[in-house]
C-alpha cells in the first residue's frame, strides 16, 4: 500500500552529477520523514541521508558535502541530488521511511547508479 518509486539512476563519470528522485504514494507525505537508501553489491543497505517533513536533514559521513536530499511536498517527491561522485557510490538506491519508524517497508527495485572511471 505505501509505495516507493525511485528513478534517475544511470552511468556517470567519477566526479560528475546524478539527480535521483523518489516518487510516494500511499502515505501522507508531507508529515513523515524520507530517507534515501544505498546498496553495493556484496554489501548490507545503509541510510545514507534523511529528511524530516519541514525539511531538516541528516547525512551518513560518507555523502556528507556531496550529496543533498530534499523534497516537494506538493508533489509527494523526494530527490537526491549527487555531486562529486566516486566510484565507491556505485549502488542500487532507494527511498523509504527512514530506520527509526517501525513499520515494516516494503522496498521497490530502486534505481541503479554505477560510476566509472
Known amino acids: 500500500q505505501v509505495q516507493f518509486v525511485e528513478s534517475g539512476g544511470g552511468l556517470v563519470q567519477a ?14 507525505f508531507s508529515i513523515y520523514p524520507i530517507a534515501w537508501y544505498r546498496q553495493a553489491p556484496g554489501k548490507e543497505r545503509e541510510s545514507i541521508a534523511i529528511i524530516t517533513g519541514d525539511g531538516n536533514t541528516n547525512y551518513g559521513d560518507s555523502v556528507k558535502g556531496r550529496f543533498i536530499i530534499s523534497r516537494d511536498n506538493a508533489k509527494n ?4 541530488q549527487m555531486d562529486s561522485l566516486k566510484l565507491e557510490d556505485t549502488a542500487v538506491y532507494y527511498c523509504n521511511l527512514p ?11 530502486g534505481t541503479q547508479v554505477t560510476v566509472s572511471s
Open 15 to 28: 566526479g560528475g552529477s546524478l539527480r535521483l528522485s523518489c516518487a510516494a504514494s500511499g502515505i501522507a
Open 77 to 80: 517527491m523526494a530527490y537526491l
Open 99 to 109: 530506520e527509526y519508524i517501525p513499520r515494516q517497508k516494503s522496498w521497490g527495485q
